[in-house]
Structure formats: C-alpha cells, structure tokens
T-cell receptor, first 112, second 116 residues
Framework: DQQVKQNSPSLSVQEGRISILNCDYT??????FLWYKKYPAEGPTFLIS?????DKNEDGRFTVFLNKSAKHLSLHIVPSQPGDSAVYFC???????????FGKGTRLSVIA | GAVVSQHPSRVICKSGTSVKIECRSL??????MFWYRQFPKQSLMLMAT?????????EQGVEKDKFLINHASLTLSTLTVTSAHPEDSSFYIC????????????FGQGTRLTVV
C-alpha cells in the first residue's frame, strides 16, 4: 500500500513557466513533508519542507503548499529553468526519528 | 548543510562474494540511520533502520541475514550484502537526520552495486 503517491511520472514545462508537481498521502500520522531533487546515480538532495502546522512555505523559486484536509501537497517552481530538470521525490514522515516514506518520483523536464 | 558520506560510490563484485558499504555522518551525530534501495525507474524503498548500539529494524521482505547492518558508532553505519547475487544489483542509499524536530534527512551519494 503506497502511503505517498506521485501520480505523474513525468512533466514537461517550458523555460520560464511554472512547474507544478503534485503529491498525495494517506497516512494521517505524517506531519512533516519534504521535497527532494535527484539526479541519476546520486543521492537525493533536499529542496524544501513543510510542517503540518503550515499550509505554505516559500524559498526563492520554490514554494510548497500543503492541504491537510485533502492530504495533498504540491511543489511550485517559478520560473522554471533548464537546470531544474531532474526527478523530484515527495517524502513524508511522522514525528520522532522516523524514516522518510517516498513517492515514486516525477521526472521534470524544463525545455529551453 | 549537513553532510553524509557514502562509500564506495560504485562496486562490481562476483556472485557469491560479500560487499560492505559505509555511511558516515560527517558533522553531526546520528543515533539512527536509514538504508534505502532504488531499482531503475522506481522509488526509494526503505530497507532497514539502523540504530546505534542495537539491532537494526528491517522492513518486511528484507532478509536480515543477507543485508547485515552494523551501527557501531554515532557517525558510522555499514551495510554488508552477503553472498551477493545478480538480483542484488541495485542502487543503495543511506540517510541520516541530525537530532531535533522537523529536520530534513541528508543522503549519501549512493552506491551502485553490480553483481556479475
């Protein structure tokens, strides 16, 4: 049973436009949500996170939105740049020293 | 940001041999580290939780006798793939979290294991 779902395996966006990556979760115990960016044959690198007490967190071109009632979060990248092309993983965890549960990832391609 | 170092980044071994992968947290102490595995075009799947000074906790379906985990210090966890077979070929990644609430996990660079 997948607790974190990224239903879009891929997304293609033009440079300068907005990229929106979506993520749904099922476990109501999750209270911390993260987005990671990953290149092939490398470990994931942290992008941005959000605690369940917030509904929005912004860091430069990256904004994460959390809708707890819908158990849905999204990552907005604006403006998108070719260097943003990578696989983006949504992750979630419950409180305490618990492991991250990952979605399957969405491959973002930003076209110049 | 915090750094987690994983070594080796790439290893090729013969079927039947054992391979050890090291994961170090370089600038913080990690009582808990996590080992993940990623198959091609798949997500990162948690294999086990490594606890300093005690036995690892394995996820369902992961053979603890095949994937030996040792967390001997607060900065080092090792994963040993014993009697490796071609189906063990995969990308293995460790992660660790600095202490405190709402901290992100930091990941090692990953190890590409190929068993021939």
């Amino acid at each position: 049973d997948q607790q974190v779902k990224q239903n879009s395996p891929s997304l293609s966006v033009q440079e300068g436009r907005i990229s929106i990556l979506n993520c749904d979760y099922t476990n109501s115990m999750f209270d911390y949500f993260l987005w990671y960016k990953k290149y092939p044959a490398e470990g994931p690198t942290f992008l941005i996170s959000i605690s369940s007490i917030k509904d929005k967190n912004e860091d430069g071109r990256f904004t994460v939105f959390l809708n707890k009632s819908a158990k849905h979060l999204s990552l907005h990248i604006v403006p998108s740049q070719p260097g943003d092309s990578a696989v983006y993983f949504c992750a979630a965890r419950a409180s305490g020293n618990t492991p991250l549960v990952f979605g399957k990832g969405t491959r973002l391609s930003v076209i110049a | 940001g915090a750094v987690v170092s994983q070594h080796p980044s790439r290893v090729i071994c013969k079927s039947g041999t054992s391979v050890k992968i090291e994961c170090r947290s370089l600038d913080f102490q990690a009582t808990t580290m996590f080992w993940y595995r990623q198959f091609p075009k798949q997500s990162l799947m948690l294999m086990a939780t490594s606890n300093e000074g005690s036995k690892a906790t394995y996820e369902q379906g992961v053979e603890k006798d095949k994937f030996l985990i040792n967390h001997a210090s607060l900065t080092l966890s090792t994963l040993t793939v014993t009697s490796a077979h071609p189906e063990d070929s995969s990308f293995y990644i460790c992660s660790a979290m600095p202490p405190g609430p709402n901290t992100e996990a930091f990941f090692g660079q990953g190890t590409r294991l190929t068993v021939v």
